[in-house]
């Protein structure tokens, strides 16, 4: 069974840095794409940034939202990816989810989050003064 699992979000004042991590039991994450998609109170939920597999040496794309501040990046040895955020804004308060994408073509120039990908629970994060 595929488990994925978010953490690492927390409050953190304007900004601040955080890196939040996606952790995956029950699949190798090197062997998929994975991306990071946020959803804040109202809002529907937004693409942000994702990884190709290790195979594809793990190409990056991100959304206009995410360029600039955010990085992603991927540790095969603990199975895991990560978003560093910095310079972070009251506005990047959400809900942030990672998937482990069933089809690499999720991942490219336009970041599809489809049902039927493995997803995580969520971490909040929240920017407060």
């Known amino acids: 069974q595929v488990q994925v699992v978010e953490s690492g979000g927390g409050l953190v004042q304007p900004g601040g840095s955080l890196r939040l991590s996606c952790a995956a039991s029950?699949?190798?994450?090197?062997?998929?794409?994975v991306g990071w998609f946020r959803q804040a109170p109202g809002k529907e939920r937004e693409a942000l940034s994702c990884i190709t597999e290790s195979d594809d040496n793990s190409g990056t794309y991100y959304t206009d939202s995410a360029k600039v501040r955010f990085t992603v990046s991927r540790d095969d040895a603990k199975n895991a990816v990560y978003l560093h955020m910095n310079s972070l804004r009251f506005e990047d308060t959400a809900v942030y989810y990672c998937a482990v994408f069933r089809n690499t073509y999720s991942c490219g120039p336009t970041i599809r989050g489809l049902d039927d990908d493995y997803w995580g629970q969520g971490t909040q994060v929240t920017v407060s003064s």
């Open positions: 029950g699949l190798a994450v090197n062997d998929y794409a």
